[in-house]
């Protein structure tokens, strides 16, 4: 870094902070797209992950320390270990990104083969390396594909194992998470109206075009249209919306304090 | 003759010297100008025809056609003149006879001065193209006496003058008119139309105007379309009788703007006298006049119609609302065919059958029908009463007519699903219970139903129709197989009813006497014997039961009662009073079922058959029953079941609207499933309108539940939402 020169330097800098990238990469980066930073995330992003060599056996040392004596599996107090030793909430968003890498089945164990393919792909065999991947991890949250890709997965992945739908109080909850980060000032109302209206399990239908009617529509509603095709628990909420006055003419009143 | 010097006989040419008498065209013209003189002065029977004809003649031939022309319109032109004068001069009433015989007059002379003149005619005028004599004759007339400024005014005011007499109800010369228009009318089309017509016509928006609002104020509605009729068919026998028939079309628009058009709404809605007062009264001959005169003008028409429709779907909308109305259901639905009646008896007689009246009054029936919910109930019920009692003694012909009545106000419900719920409720008790007066007349309006709305709507009902039929032979079977051995016993009569076909019961319990149960065991082994692989569930909460009872004084009576009601009253064989505990214990029959069954024997005056302690209305789990020896009634035969369709109750309204609810659930996801196998990708609109389509001859499908359908198809993967476009729907296969 010392033969850059001061602009340059910043630049790495920057991308690193942004991005999660090592230093090799962000130097990668910035100099395939002339040192210009939005080339360079864009390259950044349009790479697949630079699969740095990671070592089998590490990684099975690493699996041996979370996994559970009884199964093969990593459970419950394996994934909590593991949050511990990268002083890392589990209830942290990131643990879903993992997930998501992992393309794990179901929450709060992962398999063998989850394990393995998942830190391969990011390029992790220590946990050195696993902790310097976090921001990376957190970063492909802001990218509006991979959140829609992260938020679709999380449906499969949340609800039981044989049923269709996702229990309410487990949907809300990772609805809770998931709008934290993105920023959808009516998922507090969502919540409360599903509470007190609807009392059933969520279907993948409603949760996917959830999605959509966050991103697309403005909270005031303004864009919305009764015969869009929604889903009728999505009707059922905007009109519960305006009968609270939380919607009226058009303007959003935030009751709640976000 | 002497011998004189022989000359050579020649033959030479005829020479006829023609002497050029520069004074040769000027008297011939002379002769010819006094012959005009003399024919206009009617001294023409003094004249040869032919002298003239051969002066004229040999003028033009010598080339002084020119000198003949001009002397001939000078000639006459000075003698239109002289007539135009002589016509000016007349007094008030004469100037229109004196104009009359003077034209009349003049056409003679023209024939005459025409067929002298005809050489002329034939030749110098059409190569110099002057106009032909007739023509100038009319066009000098017109130009000379019609359109001199004094003749003109006053022969037009005459003629006005004469109409506005004649409308007021005076006798005008119409022979005299009829001359004088034909005169207009020969001297060209555009001087009949400037000098006449177009002044007839505004004179006349005048005055019908005036008329008109003189009318408006004084009549009522009917009054007034009478005068406004009369003033029409008068002025349409004017032109016939004196004016171009041209001019009908023309005058009749004026009448028709001025008396109809402009007091058109006023009309229409007069009070006390308006279009509805008449519909009310029933006025027909008032209502056609107005349909008559209302066609005649743009709008008239559905102005009518539109004032039509709103006060009937009001009435209509008062009716079905009425809660008074409400409490009698076939009260009720009389009602709505009495009015149908009126109103088609007003559309055939007073508006000639009018379609779009037809419709209008359609679209109205089914607006207001709709709005009550209970409309398919009713209309079952009434259906029911009719097959039950109402059409008892009746012609095959009239009761034809009556479920074709019915049938109509059927074709108006958009729920027909809820019809046909209640339908095969009230069918399967008037089967049960045998209660029907025609199995033709059942039979018949199945018969239209299916040809409404198709073979599936129908087939059960016609399967329960079948189950009867085979029972009866079933139970033909069973007497001859165990004739001997029943002999003695209760007369048990079964009917077997296949569980699709029939209303679903809810299975109840319920203990038979001892004294049936054999008898019911008998039957069921017996049947089970000929069919295998059926269950048979006795269904004791439809059947009947008929009894001899002894009361006290030994007057003896049969008790029509229902099963439940039978298995009570046998309890009674054994004791002579007994508590609620000891009914409810041994027979096993539901509470509320129980306690409505012993109302009905205990509570009901002339039907109490039981005592109850205490003489409460109600029943409680404390009451005691008696057999009640002192009970009397003057039939032999005592109806106590309650078995006749009754209006339902509200919460069983309720339970049957759910019912038929989760019944459209299916139906609603197979229209969609059909739709999208055929379709493959459509969008969501187009999805709800198909499936509206498809499903209109049966209910009118909520979007809302339309939506939930399909959300459930996705969620059971036949179809996906497209990646693409969130709105569109594919079919998964």
């Known amino acids: 870094m010392h033969k850059l020169g001061r602009g340059h330097r910043d630049k790495v800098q920057q991308f690193m902070t942004i991005t999660g990238a090592s230093e090799k990469i962000a130097l990668q980066a910035l100099k395939a797209s002339d040192w210009h930073l939005e080339g360079a995330f864009d390259f950044f992003y349009s790479q697949p992950h630079i699969k740095s060599y990671t070592d089998t056996t590490r990684l099975e040392e690493l699996y041996n320390r979370y996994k559970d004596p009884y199964t093969d599996m990593i459970l419950v107090d394996g994934i909590t270990l593991l949050c511990n030793d990268l002083q890392v909430d589990p209830q942290d968003i990131v643990m879903l990104v993992v997930s998501w890498h992992m393309k794990a089945s179901t929450m709060c164990e992962y398999s063998k083969e989850e394990f393995f393919i998942g830190l391969q792909a990011l390029g992790i065999d220590s946990l050195e390396k696993f902790g310097e991947r976090i921001p990376f991890m957190r970063s492909e949250l802001k990218d509006e594909q991979k959140f829609h890709e992260i938020y679709n997965f999380a449906f499969g992945w949340a609800k039981e194992k044989g049923q269709k739908s996702l229990a309410l109080d487990t949907a809300i909850g990772m609805w809770q998470l998931l709008f934290a980060e993105k920023q959808w000032p009516l998922v507090d109302h969502w919540c409360q109206f599903l509470q007190a209206r609807h009392n059933k399990a969520i279907s993948r239908d409603t949760w996917s075009q959830l999605l959509e009617f966050a991103r697309t529509i403005d909270p005031a509603l303004s864009n919305y249209d009764a015969e869009g095709a929604w889903p009728y628990l999505i009707d059922e909420f905007v009109e519960y919306l305006n009968e609270n006055g939380i919607i009226q003419n058009g303007q959003f009143g935030d009751r709640s304090q976000k | ?733």
């Open chain 2, 1 to 733: 003759m002497s011998a004189q010097k022989k000359k050579a006989f020649q033959i030479e040419a005829f020479k006829h010297r023609v002497v050029v008498d520069p004074k040769y065209a000027e008297k011939t013209w002379k002769i010819l100008e006094h012959a005009i003189h003399e024919i206009y002065n009617h001294n023409a029977s003094g004249l040869s025809f032919e002298e003239l004809y051969r002066n004229a003649y040999n003028m033009v031939l010598h080339k002084f056609g020119e000198k003949l022309y001009s002397g001939l319109v000078t000639t006459m032109t000075s003698h239109l003149k002289a007539i135009s004068s002589s016509i000016e001069a007349a007094q008030g009433g004469l100037f229109l006879d004196e104009l009359n015989r003077k034209w009349a007059e003049h056409n003679k002379a023209m024939q005459m001065i025409r067929d002298i003149l005809m050489y002329m005619d034939r030749t110098f005028i059409p190569n110099t193209h002057k106009t032909p004599v007739h023509e100038l004759g009319l066009n000098l007339w017109r130009d000379v006496v019609i359109h001199s400024s004094a003749v003109q005014t006053r022969l037009q005011a005459i003629l006005l003058e004469n109409v506005r007499r004649e409308r007021s109800g005076e006798v005008i010369d119409r022979g005299l008119m009829r001359s004088i228009s034909k005169m207009l009318m020969d001297l060209g089309p555009s001087v009949y139309q400037d000098d006449f017509e177009k002044h007839f016509l505004e004179v006349s928006a005048d005055f019908y105007r005036l008329e008109s609002q003189d009318f408006i104020e004084s009549c009522d509605c009917g009054e007034y379309l009478k005068k406004a009729e009369r003033r029409l068919n008068e002025e349409i026998e004017r032109v016939s009788h004196y004016l171009d028939a041209k001019s009908e079309v023309k005058i009749t628009n004026v009448v028709e703007k001025e008396m109809i058009e402009n007091h058109m709404h006023r009309l229409v809605q007069m009070e006390n006298s308006g279009l509805v007062n008449m519909i009310v009264d029933e006025k027909y001959e008032d209502l056609g006049r107005m349909y008559c005169l209302f066609r005649r003008v743009p709008n008239g028409l559905v102005l009518v119609r539109d004032v039509m429709t709103s006060y009937i779907r009001d009435t209509g909308k008062q009716l079905v609302t009425d809660p008074e109305r409400l409490k009698d259901p076939v009260d009720f639905v009389q009602h709505l065919l009495d009015l149908k009646d009126k109103y088609d008896k007003i559309i055939t007689s007073a508006f000639s059958n009018d379609k779009t009246f037809q419709n209008a009054l359609n679209s109205s029936f089914e607006y207001f029908m709709n709005l009550n919910s209970r409309s398919p109930e009713f209309i079952s019920l009434f259906v029911d009463d009719k097959l039950r009692k109402g059409l008892r003694g009746v012609t095959e012909e009239d009761v034809e007519l009556v479920l074709d009545k019915v049938m109509m106000l059927f074709r108006y419900l958009q729920e027909k699903d809820v019809f046909e719920k209640y339908y095969k409720q009230h069918l399967a008790k008037r089967l049960l219970s045998g209660k029907t007066v025609s199995e033709d007349a059942e039979r018949s309006l199945i018969v239209k139903l299916k040809t409404e709305c198709g073979y599936q709507f129908t087939s059960k009902l016609e399967g329960m129709f079948t189950d009867m039929k085979t029972s009866q032979d079933t139970m033909q079977g069973f007497s001859a197989r165990h004739g001997a051995d029943i002999a003695d016993g209760p007369m048990l009569s079964v009917q077997v009813l296949t569980t699709g076909s029939w209303p679903t019961q809810p299975i109840t319990t319920c203990n038979l006497p001892a004294e049936i149960r054999g008898m019911c065991e008998k039957f069921r082994n017996y049947y089970l014997g000929t069919h295998t692989g059926r269950r048979l569930s006795w269904q004791t909460n439809m059947g009947t039961a008929d009894l001899k009872a002894t009361f006290g004084k030994g007057q003896k009576h049969e008790l029509n009662v229902s099963t439940y009601q039978m298995c009570v009253l046998m309890l009674f064989n054994n004791a002579d009073r007994l508590s609620y505990k000891e009914i409810e214990q041994p027979t096993e029959i539901p509470a509320s079922d129980l306690k409505r069954c012993l109302q009905s024997l205990a509570c009901v005056k002339g039907k109490n058959v039981l005592r109850k302690e205490p003489m409460s209305k109600d029943i409680a789990d404390t009451d005691t029953f008696l057999f009640n020896d002192k009970f009397t009634s003057k039939f032999f035969k005592v109806k106590i079941g309650t078995v006749a369709a009754q209006r339902e109750s509200e919460p069983e309204n309720q339970e049957t609207r759910q019912r038929v609810e989760e019944d459209r659930k299916p139906q609603i996801e197979a229209a969609i499933v059909r739709i999208m196998k055929a379709r493959r990708v459509l969008d969501h609109n187009n999805i709800v309108a198909e499936v509206t389509k498809q499903l209109q001859s049966r209910f009118l499908p909520n979007p809302v539940v339309i939506k939930k359908r399909i959300e459930s198809l996705i969620e059971r993967e036949f179809l996906e939402r497209d990646k693409g476009d969130r709105k569109l729907y594919r079919y998964l296969a």
